[in-house]
C-alpha cells in the first residue's frame, strides 16, 4: 500500500503553506505535491496562536489566518489545495524515513515515495519533565505550539477569569502569552532564571522598559530561579507552584514556554545534522541532493555573517521555504539564500522589529521613557545589527536597507547623536527595496548637517560604503 509523488513537503507549518504556494507560482501540476502533517487542519500562521487567538473579544479563528494571509497573499484554505490538486494527508504521523529509498512511512503503514522532499517539521515545545519536573500533564498546565495547544489554553483562561496564572518562561511565548492574560484580566507572574526578559535578544536597557510596561499592567516578574515542583489539589488540578528559591505562587493557570528542540529524529544518522537542526547549503539542500530542509528545521549559511544558523521565526520559515522550491524548480537560475536575520513582536500598544545580529558594542538613540527608541550594535568596526521600536514602515525598511549594508562606524558618539537619521539618511542613497511585512493583521495582540563625519572630510566613508554596496549589488545581479 503506498502512493508517489513528485514533490512532498513534510510537515503542515508555516512553512508548508509558503512552499506550496510557490509550487504553484511555478507551475506544479495537478498530482505531483502532496504535504503530510501530524496536525488535522491545512497550513496557517502560527504567529496567531499567541496573539489574536487569544484575545477575550473577536478572536482570531480558522479559516481566518491559513497561510499565507501573513504575507498579504492567498489564503490557502483546503478548498484551495483541492482546486490545485494538491493531496493534503492530515493527521498522519510519519514513524520513519529512507532517505536513500526516497521513501517515508506513515504509523497507519502507507508508504509515501517522493524525487524531491522538502523537510519541514519544525520544532516541538521542551517540555518540563525534560527539566526534572512532572505535572504537564495537570488539565491546567498549558504549551503553546500548535492550533490543539492554542484551544486548551483558550478554554483554561476562560474558566480563570480574575484568577493566577503563573507563565514559566520569559521569552517570545512567555512576552506574549503574558500580554494576552492581562487582557483576558488574569493575574499574572512570570518565572525565568535570566535576568531579564527576552535575554537572546534584549540588551538590560532594552527589556527594563518593556518590563516596566508590563508591570504596570500588574505583571509581577520572578527572575533568577525556576519552577521545581507543583502543589496539586485532589482532583490533580495545580493550585499553586514551588521556586527552586524557596518561594511559591498559587496558580490557576501555568503556561510553560521554556524554547523548542527541531524535529530532526526521522533523519539522525541519514542526513547531516548541525546546531541542532539539519544542515543544508545555500540552496537549502541537505547532505543529500534531493532533500532540503527549511524553516525552524534547517541550520542555513547566513551569508551578511559569513557563518551557519539556525533561526526560529516565522520569517526564516516563509523565506526559506519559498526560496527551497525555486532551488528545486529552477535549480540553473536560483541564486544563493542570502537572508538578513530578523525578528519582530507586536504586544499591547507595542511594536518592535530587529535585523542582524546583537554582538560587540551597543548604542541607544531615542526617548526610552517615550513612544518611539532604538539601538545599533557595532562590531568589528561595522553596524551590524538594528532595533527600533515604535517606527514607521520607512523607518523600518530603513534599518532593514543599512544593516544588510554593514556600514563602517568609527565614532560611536556620533552614531548615537545621529541615531535613527543616520540609517534614515543613508537608506535614502540605496536602492530600492521591497516593502518590509511582518505578519499583517493577524500580528497584533490588541494593539542640517552631513550624513556622517568620521574623518576629516563629511561624507567620506557614506561614499565608499555605497561604492561597496554597488559592486555587491552588481555580483549578485550578474550571478542572476
Not at 494527508?89 to 524515513?97: E, F, N, P, Q, Y
Request: charged fraction near 20%; hydrophobic fraction near 40%.
Amino acid at each position: 500500500m503506498g502512493r508517489a509523488f513528485v514533490y512532498v513537503i513534510l510537515g503542515g507549518g508555516v512553512a508548508a503553506g509558503y512552499a506550496a504556494l510557490e509550487f504553484t507560482k511555478k507551475g506544479v501540476s495537478h498530482g505531483e505535491l502532496c504535504i503530510i502533517s501530524e496536525e488535522t487542519v491545512a497550513p496557517y500562521e502560527r504567529p496567531a496562536l499567541s496573539k489574536g487567538f487569544l484575545l477575550p473579544e473577536a478572536p482570531a479563528r480558522l479559516p481566518a489566518f491559513h497561510t499565507c494571509v501573513g504575507a498579504n497573499e492567498e489564503r490557502l484554505t483546503p478548498k484551495w489545495y483541492k482546486e490545485h490538486g494538491i493531496e493534503l494527508i492530515l493527521g498522519t504521523r510519519v514513524k520513519s524515513a529512507d532517505v536513500r529509498r526516497k521513501t517515508l512511512l506513515t504509523a497507519a503503514g502507507e508508504t509515501i515515495s517522493y524525487k524531491f522532499l522538502i523537510i519541514a517539521t519544525g520544532a516541538r515545545a521542551l517540555k518540563l519533565e525534560e527539566f526534572g519536573v512532572s505535572g504537564s500533564d495537570a488539565e491546567n498546565v498549558c504549551y503553546l505550539r500548535d492550533l490543539a495547544d492554542a484551544t486548551r489554553l483558550v478554554d483554561v483562561m476562560q474558566t480563570s477569569t480574575g484568577g493566577n496564572a503563573v507563565v514559566i518562561g520569559g521569552g517570545y511565548i512567555g512576552m506574549e502569552v503574558a500580554a494576552s492574560l492581562v487582557i483576558n484580566k488574569i493575574n499574572v507572574s512570570m518565572v525565568f532564571p535570566e535576568p531579564h526578559c527576552m535575554g537572546r535578544l534584549f540588551t538590560p536597557k532594552i527589556a527594563s522598559y518593556y518590563e516596566d510596561f508590563y508591570k504596570s499592567k500588574g505583571v509581577n516578574f520572578v527572575k533568577g530561579t525556576v519552577l521545581s515542583s507543583f502543589v496539586f489539589n485532589p482532583d490533580g488540578k495545580v493550585t499553586g507552584v514551588n521556586l527552586k528559591d524557596g518561594s511559591n505562587l498559587p496558580a490557576d493557570l501555568v503556561v510553560v514556554g521554556i524554547g523548542i528542540r527541531p524535529n530532526t529524529s526521522l533523519f539522525e544518522g541519514q542526513l547531516t545534522l548541525e546546531k541542532g537542526g539539519i544542515k543544508v547549503n545555500s540552496r537549502l539542500q541537505t547532505s543529500n541532493t534531493s532533500v532540503y530542509a527549511v524553516g525552524d528545521v534547517a541550520s542555513f549559511p547566513v551569508k551578511i555573517f559569513g557563518e551557519s544558523r539556525r533561526l526560529e521565526h516565522v520569517d526564516a520559515a516563509r523565506k526559506s521555504a519559498r526560496h527551497a522550491v525555486t532551488a528545486i524548480m529552477e535549480p540553473d537560475t536560483t541564486p544563493e539564500f542570502d537572508y538578513l536575520p530578523f525578528f519582530y513582536s507586536r504586544v499591547f500598544s507595542f511594536s518592535w522589529q530587529f535585523y542582524g545580529d546583537n554582538v560587540g558594542e551597543t548604542v541607544y538613540f531615542g526617548d526610552f521613557s517615550g513612544p518611539s527608541f532604538g539601538a545599533y550594535w557595532v562590531h568589528k568596526g561595522h553596524l551590524i545589527g538594528s532595533f527600533l521600536e515604535g517606527g514607521s514602515k520607512e523607518e523600518y525598511e530603513a534599518i532593514a536597507k543599512v544593516t544588510r549594508l554593514k556600514p563602517a562606524i568609527d565614532d560611536l558618539s556620533e552614531l548615537e547623536r545621529q541615531g535613527l537619521g543616520f540609517v534614515v539618511a543613508l537608506s535614502q542613497k540605496l536602492p530600492v527595496a521591497p516593502a518590509i511585512n511582518v505578519g499583517g493583521s493577524m500580528s497584533a495582540v490588541v494593539l542640517e548637517k552631513p550624513v556622517y563625519a568620521w574623518h576629516a572630510t563629511a561624507g567620506v566613508v557614506v561614499t565608499a560604503s555605497i561604492a561597496a554596496f554597488a559592486y555587491w549589488y552588481g555580483r549578485r545581479r550578474r550571478r542572476w
